[in-house]
């Protein structure tokens, strides 16, 4: 089950939250870039043929650039926005498996009642992200929320149920996870080796430095303004902290992948109960990667 057969309130807070994380992503990538052109122009010694009055007049450019940008992304608030669009979309995407699933609270009830609660859960899990509500809720109005295929795997025998959940929800997740996993993981390793290199490089010629002076452009500052973008864009992008949660819970929806193919057949029950427990264990890495980012 792809995307466009999810809810239209998935696709459209989905590609808010993709379109956001891009913004605030390219605007912090700027910051990083002024930060260093900062300290490339203070690096060059008052004998430039800039003279001093024109390298203090680059500074303040660069400088006034530098909070003109820090204020654009501190009231613009795009990584908010990039939050509450993932909120709402994981929310709907698990809402939806638990409508098809027929598991709480969308169990023993009609197809009407079930659909009623359906569309009250998305207006809740809108009005639960004031970011973004008021932009999406038009869509709630506007587009159909319970596409053919979700009534159609709804109406289906637990057999039919079961498999369509293992293979397009936990083992699509499986592998997503897995995935994110070592992206992360090799991300973070050469990020790592970047910053050791400008900070090896930064001692190496702070030494030269000592030794036989200072040269018309000192590089020392350079590199250590460039080793402290590093870190910071890595505290950003969470690298270490995304590949060791992913890869944990892509460990838990394998073993739960593997008692899914040991339930028994026909039973409602057991079924309800598994839906539950993976939908559980996703929700709460969401959780815990939404913290992570708000405390950031």
């Known amino acids: 089950m792809g995307s466009p057969e999810y809810p239209e309130i998935y696709n459209e807070s989905d590609f808010c939250a993709i379109d956001n994380e891009k913004k605030y992503l390219r605007l912090f990538r700027l910051k990083i870039g002024l930060l260093i052109a900062v300290s490339i122009v203070t690096s060059v010694s008052t004998s430039n043929m800039l003279g001093f009055a024109g390298l203090g007049l680059v500074i303040a450019v660069v400088l006034l650039a530098l909070m003109i940008l820090t204020a654009i992304i501190e009231l613009r608030r795009f990584n908010r926005t990039w939050f509450s669009g993932r909120a709402v979309a994981e929310t709907v995407k698990k809402e939806s498996w638990l409508f098809m699933m027929k598991a709480k609270p969308y169990d023993s009830i009609n197809i009407e009642d079930a659909m009623r609660i359906f569309l009250a859960n998305l207006r809740k899990a809108l009005d639960s992200q004031s970011q973004i ?158 913290s992570r980012r708000i405390v950031g």
């Not at 709630?140 to 289906?156: A, H, V």
């Not at 910053?195 to 000592?210: D, E, K, N, R």
């Not at 590093?230 to 992008?237: A, E, G, K, L, P």
């Not at 598994?274 to 939404?290: A, C, D, K, P």
Request: aromatic residues 12%; hydrophobic residues 40%.
């Open 133 to 290: 509500s008021s932009e999406l809720s038009a869509h709630l109005q506007d587009s159909p929320q319970i596409t053919e295929t979700m009534k159609r795997i709804r109406n289906g025998t637990v057999v039919e149920r079961l498999s369509s959940y293992i293979a397009h929800r936990v083992h699509i997740q499986c592998l997503w996870y897995a995935g994110k996993s070592k992206f992360n993981r090799d991300l973070e390793y050469r990020w790592f080796v970047l910053t050791w290199v400008f900070q090896f490089l930064a001692v190496s010629f702070a030494f030269l430095v000592f030794l036989i002076g200072s040269p018309v452009i000192n590089p020392v500052g350079i590199l250590t303004t460039t080793a402290a973008t590093t870190i910071s864009w890595m505290s950003v992008r969470s690298y270490r902290e995304l590949s060791q949660s992913y890869g944990l819970i892509k460990q838990e929806l394998s073993l739960l992948e593997e008692q899914a193919r040991q339930l028994p057949p026909e039973n409602e029950e057991e079924l309800n109960e598994f839906v539950q427990e993976v939908e559980r264990t996703i929700s709460r890495e969401h959780t815990i990667w939404l």
